[in-house]
T-cell receptor, first 115, second 112 residues
Framework: SAVISQKPSRDICQRGTSLTIQCQVD?????MFWYRQQPGQSLTLIAT?????????ESGFVIDKFPISRPNLTFSTLTVSNMSPEDSSIYLC????????????FGPGTRLTVL | QKEVEQNSGPLSVPEGAIASLNCTYS??????FFWYRQYSGKSPELIMF????GDKEDGRFTAQLNKASQYVSLLIRDSQPSDSATYLC????????????FGAGTRLAVHP
């Protein structure tokens, strides 16, 4: 499977600021996704990052709060905008190939704390 | 009703025993089913997936799917302390293509 890296691995930010998280894959992949895992919770899909077009957001997530870019088949960014303490979470990117059963593989995650 | 339900545990089993982890899902048309293992402080790691009724075996792991009853399970044979982790069940809903809906996870503790 592809090797996935994320930057930063963790950060502590002040409320009202924004943080951009990068996801880099060592090979071209068809699909990239962004998930959030709040403390003690399971994973929730934020959006599908579409190469060359706007991301597809899940219910409860909006582009103004979580702008996403995907300029090519190996890289994507997620920005968490105007942060509040409720945004403190682990943010994970995942990748999948366009196959029948679309196994998704996760990056190491970015642990974000908002003060 | 949650879309994917798991018992949060902890499920405690002795070393060498079989651990049985269960997951139910609400959408009957769900297509494929995944089991992930997540160690504390780490990201989820794919163990296996299953898409047709019956059993699928991979080493010490067996996934079982019963679409009529809308449940999927994971059996871990010869459990080891290193299997202690949270196990996440994920489901692709009808028309969901690549969207994964995760359960809350079951914490497994294997004691020597």
């Amino acid at each position: 499977s592809a090797v996935i890296s994320q930057k930063p691995s963790r950060d502590i930010c002040q409320r009202g600021t924004s943080l951009t998280i990068q996801c880099q894959v060592d090979s071209q992949v068809t699909m990239m996704f962004w998930y959030r895992q709040q403390p003690g919770q399971s994973l929730t899909l934020i959006a599908t990052a579409n190469q060359g077009s706007e991301a597809t957001y899940e219910s409860g997530f909006v582009i103004d709060k979580f702008p996403i870019s995907r300029p090519n088949l190996t890289f994507s960014t997620l920005t968490v905008s105007n942060m509040s303490p409720e945004d403190s979470s682990i943010y994970l990117c995942s990748v999948a190939e366009q196959r029948d059963y679309n196994e998704q593989f996760f990056g190491p995650g970015t642990r974000l704390t908002v003060l | 009703q949650k879309e994917v339900e798991q018992n949060s545990g902890p499920l405690s089993v002795p070393e060498g025993a079989i651990a049985s982890l269960n997951c139910t899902y609400s959408d009957r048309g769900s297509q494929s089913f995944f089991w992930y293992r997540q160690y504390s402080g780490k990201s989820p790691e794919l163990i296996m997936f299953i898409y047709s009724n019956g059993d699928k075996e991979d080493g010490r792991f067996t996934a079982q799917l019963n679409k009529a009853s809308q449940y999927v399970s994971l059996l871990i044979r010869d459990s080891q302390p290193s299997d202690s982790a949270t196990y996440l069940c994920a489901v692709v809903p009808p028309g969901g293509y690549n969207k994964l809906i995760f359960g809350a996870g079951t914490r497994l503790a294997v004691h020597p």
